[in-house]
């Protein structure tokens, strides 16, 4: 199957590590990494200055798309890398690192999916993210449903805008 891409928006992140202490990864992350990246700016804050982040969300199926159809499309940067894909309700609440689960719901999550994960706490792997997100759904379901975001990495600073500035609903 030939799931679309669409470019949501263009953000400002803080570049440092912020809040992620041990008990807080220990209870969010699948993963121990000192900084994860994530769609969600409660795990990683928008700020002033720092990295420009290009968001979209993948749509698997023609429901993805209903959530995301008032956003404006942005046009993705030639310059960008991958950081990965995050996984996060409509509301942009990772369920990948900001959603707790049951301590042994948790130790079931790290052995099935902590290998799949990148340096930032991502999936690097499409079909990785798009498993998480049915498992997500299931395991954490005042979240349901969730949906299959990229992240990139861009220098395009100057159309980077605050996450308050998307239209209201979003």
Same mark, same amino acid.
Do not use: K
């Given at each position: 199957?030939?799931?679309?891409?669409?470019?949501?928006?263009?953000?400002?992140?803080?570049?440092?590590?912020?809040?992620?202490?041990?008990?807080?990864?220990?209870?969010?992350? *699948?993963?121990?990494?000192?900084?994860?990246?994530? =769609?969600?700016?409660?795990?990683?804050?928008?700020?002033?200055?720092?990295?420009?982040? *290009?968001?979209?969300?993948?749509?698997?199926?023609?429901?993805?798309?209903?959530?995301?159809?008032?956003?404006?499309? =942005?046009?993705? !940067?030639?310059?960008?890398?991958?950081?990965?894909?995050?996984?996060?309700?409509?509301?942009?609440?990772?369920? *990948?690192?900001?959603?707790? *689960?049951? !301590?042994?719901?948790?130790?079931?999550?790290?052995?099935?999916?902590?290998?799949?994960?990148?340096?930032?706490?991502?999936?690097?792997?499409?079909?990785?993210?798009?498993?998480?997100?049915?498992?997500?759904?299931?395991? =954490?379901?005042?979240?349901?449903?969730?949906? =299959?975001?990229?992240?990139?990495?861009?220098?395009?600073?100057?159309?980077?805008?605050?996450?308050?500035?998307?239209?209201?609903?979003?």
């Amino acid at each position: 199957m030939i799931h679309r891409e669409f470019y949501l928006s263009i953000e400002l992140r803080a570049d440092t590590a912020v809040d992620w202490l041990a008990e807080r990864r220990r209870r969010y992350l *699948l993963v121990d990494v000192a900084f994860p990246r994530s =769609v969600d700016t409660r795990a990683w804050p928008n700020a002033a200055a720092g990295l420009a982040l *290009l968001v979209s969300v993948v749509e698997a199926s023609e429901e993805d798309h209903q959530p995301f159809g008032s956003w404006d499309r =942005v046009e993705p !940067p030639s310059g960008r890398t991958f950081l990965g894909h995050d996984v996060a309700d409509a509301n942009m609440l990772s369920a *990948l690192s900001n959603c707790g *689960l049951a !301590p042994r719901e948790q130790a079931e999550a790290r052995c099935r999916w902590a290998l799949r994960l990148n340096q930032h706490h991502l999936f690097e792997c499409l079909d990785d993210a798009l498993a998480f997100r049915h498992y997500a759904n299931v395991h =954490v379901p005042e979240h349901a449903p969730v949906f =299959v975001f990229g992240l990139y990495a861009t220098d395009a600073t100057d159309t980077a805008r605050p996450v308050s500035a998307l239209p209201a609903g979003c």
